[in-house]
């Protein structure tokens, strides 16, 4: 068993035992060893993407694969039918209209509140700051399910007489606003924290009100931020599992979204629902988020780093 | 500062008293008085949809549960957290809080050991492929922006897709990774799953965690890269001049300098994970993997209010047992 010496004083240790073409790929890595990383990098490359494309690739087979027909890699006789199907089983237009009001309405509430809570902790000076902070984060740090048995208690008309929101859009946009704005919170008093104060103050001398400085020069010059938070917040709603199967019957008359769509198809059961179908819904709910994030990666990867690394 | 200046009779001119008036009482505030007033909509919301909720789950921990009505029996103190975590409540509820034995169906069944493993199995994991992912983006290569995409499409998907994804693919009768008894597939052959894997506890919660890595990897490698891109570059020309492999330059560089990173995003994953819910309800069912949030929902469907809250205030305390961990193993980090 040979010991061999490397040239940077590290000692190889392992024993080599098989000898063939490996070996001699190996030799000539060691002597040009940027081949080596090269390869390594293809090969990691396609085999993640391989990976992560290769689920939505199943769900695209299997929703064009025609009934009792085995799954191939590429479908002999794709039935594209199948799509329309979906809106037959389901008032899945429905359901995707009810998410896609949620997903704006709570992006616009979050966007508003967070817009003065930002403006607040990014650009003034007072007493509590801090520790308001440190309370708003730690809303993060607790799971949905501790809001839930109060929060249910409420919208069901059980704590104040009278006031039931339970199967409405408010007991949805409420529990996902509290629970996303805290990200665009953080988010917003970094970007509204950068507009150099002579900027606000040219526009006070100007004449303009403390609201209208806010809206008229720090937002618009926070465009980008603004957007990230807006972005972020979306796709959160839209994807949020929790209160949105909670907070409702699951009926779509009743604001249900997507959550609900998918579920009722998954629990129809199969001699009811085809796979196919329940496969050809999954894809019709992913395309509004595929294109958001086609369309605003940047944003969406600035605002996950801004958001996390700004403890 | 010149926030503090007079200036409403400049724009309040035109307008009427009302509007006139509230602007100019708006800008005579003070600093302070103008932010708690700006906070005021933000933590008026937080108070009734977040702040109200918790303190009244623990005010409903602390009663006892009342079969008859969607409320809760007379106060018991403690009782239900006694009685949950020493096991006498487990009759009772439709899974058990702690494993009832040291097999590993008990274990399985378990929903402290089931989330606990869940997110330990399923956190390493992404930070790993997260890790080596970030590697990957931080290169210059064609296609760079597609393969970005590529990756962070996973992390865009609504959860009950995810779930449903592999609902359907684990499905015994499309058989592609699952077969029959009589003609088993791959998977079964090795002895990896059974023939009806998303109502076998054991099964199911490993195609959960394959499924949450599946979607979760991007976040972690995102955060990662962030942190990768920060580096100052010249440092790497310094390491290359002075001849350093790129192995070299990646344990004695890029590691250490993004440790830090790498700890905030594993916390970041670790509380979200130990919140997993929809996931499980799309691919197997609360039942068949019984999470801590999943418990906390199956137990008031089972109308044991008391019992819910007190299991909704556990998971949010061993949530807090996670964090606390990991903000003294970041303390000590700095200090070394």
Redesign the interface.
């Known amino acids: 068993m040979s010991r061999d010496t490397r040239t940077d004083g590290g000692v190889q240790g392992e024993p080599e035992l098989k000898r063939g073409p490996f070996q001699r790929w190996v030799a000539s890595t060691i002597k040009e060893p940027q081949k080596a990383y090269r390869a390594m990098f293809y090969v990691a490359t396609i085999f993640f993407l391989a990976t992560t494309l290769f689920p939505f690739y199943f769900l695209l087979v299997l929703a064009l694969t025609p009934e009792n027909a085995p799954l191939a890699l590429f479908p002999t006789a794709p039935r594209f039918e199948v799509f329309l199907d979906v809106f037959d089983r389901v008032n899945f237009l429905r359901y995707m209209f009810n998410s896609l009001v949620l997903a704006l309405s709570t992006t616009a509430v979050v966007l508003l509140l967070a817009s003065l809570a930002g403006y607040v902790f990014g650009r003034l000076q007072f007493p509590g700051r801090t520790p308001l902070m440190l309370l708003i984060l730690a809303i993060s740090y607790f799971p949905p399910a501790a809001f839930f048995l109060p929060l249910y208690q409420l919208f069901t008309g059980n704590v104040v007489p009278g006031l039931s929101l339970y199967n409405t859009p408010g007991s949805m946009i409420l529990p996902f606003s509290s629970l996303f704005m805290p990200l665009s919170i953080f988010i917003l008093t970094t970007f509204y924290g950068q507009i150099p104060d002579g900027l606000e103050d040219a526009a006070r001398v100007e004449g303009t009100t403390r609201l209208g400085a806010l809206f008229r020069v720090i937002i618009p010059l926070s465009a980008p931020g603004v957007a990230t938070a807006g972005v972020l917040t979306f796709i959160s709603v839209y994807n949020e599992f929790f209160f949105s199967q909670l907070m409702n019957n699951g009926q779509p008359a009743n604001w249900a979204p997507i959550v609900g769509g998918l579920l009722s198809l998954q629990r129809a059961g199969q001699f009811q629902v085809t796979y196919g179908v329940m496969a050809a819904g999954s894809i019709i709910a992913v395309v509004p988020v595929a294109i958001l994030v086609v369309v605003a990666q940047e944003r969406i990867v600035s605002g996950l780093t801004a958001g996390a690394l700004k403890e | 500062m010149?926030?503090e200046?007079e200036?409403?009779d400049?724009?309040g001119g035109t307008r009427t008293g009302a509007y006139a008036s509230a602007?100019r009482w708006?800008?005579n505030l003070s600093?302070?008085q103008?932010?708690?007033l700006?906070?005021s909509?933000?933590?008026l919301?937080?108070a009734?949809?977040?702040f109200?909720?918790?303190l009244?789950?623990l005010r409903?921990s602390l009663f006892a549960d009342s079969f008859a009505a969607?409320?809760v029996g007379q106060f018991v103190g403690l009782d239900n957290y006694v009685a949950i975590i020493t096991g006498q409540r487990t009759a009772l509820l439709p899974s058990p809080f702690l494993p009832q034995a040291l097999t590993v169906q008990a274990l399985f069944n378990s929903a402290l050991a089931v989330t606990i493993l869940f997110t330990v199995i399923s956190v390493s994991f992404e930070t790993v492929i997260g890790f080596?992912?970030a590697l990957?983006l931080d290169?210059d290569f064609r296609g760079r922006?597609w393969?970005?995409?590529?990756?962070?499409?996973?992390w865009?998907?609504?959860?009950?897709?995810q779930g449903?994804?592999?609902?359907?693919?684990f499905?015994p009768?499309?058989?592609?990774l699952v077969g029959t008894a009589e003609d088993p597939a791959l998977l079964n052959q090795l002895g990896l799953l059974s023939v009806t894997p998303l109502a076998n506890a054991q099964d199911a919660t490993m195609i959960v965690i394959v499924a949450d890595v599946?979607k979760t990897t991007?976040?972690m490698a995102?955060?990662i890269?962030?942190?990768m891109q920060s580096i100052d570059r010249s440092l790497y020309d310094v390491a290359r001049v002075s001849?350093a492999?790129?192995w070299?330059r990646f344990k004695l560089i890029t590691l250490p300098i993004i440790l830090p990173?790498v700890l905030?995003?594993m916390l970041?994953r670790t509380?979200q994970a130990?919140?997993i819910?929809?996931?499980i309800?799309?691919v197997a069912g609360c039942t068949t993997v019984p999470s801590?949030?999943c418990l906390?929902?199956t137990t008031?469907n089972q109308r044991l209010?008391g019992s819910?809250?007190t299991?909704?205030?556990i998971?949010?305390a061993v949530?807090?047992v996670v964090?606390s961990i990991y903000i003294v193993g970041y303390a000590r980090g700095e200090m070394a």
């Open positions: 010149s926030t200046q200036t409403g400049l724009s602007v708006m800008e600093e302070t103008y932010a708690y700006l906070l909509p933000a933590m919301l937080l009734v949809i977040a109200w909720p918790l009244s789950t409903l969607a409320s080596v992912q990957i290169q922006r393969v970005r995409v590529a990756i962070i499409l996973p865009a998907i609504p959860i009950v897709v449903m994804i592999f609902f359907l693919m499905q009768n499309i058989g592609f599946w991007a976040f995102l955060l890269l962030a942190g001849g492999s790129p070299q990173t905030v995003a970041f509380i130990m919140r819910y929809g996931l309800e799309t801590l949030s906390v929902v008031f209010l819910s809250a299991i909704a205030f998971t949010a949530i807090g964090v």
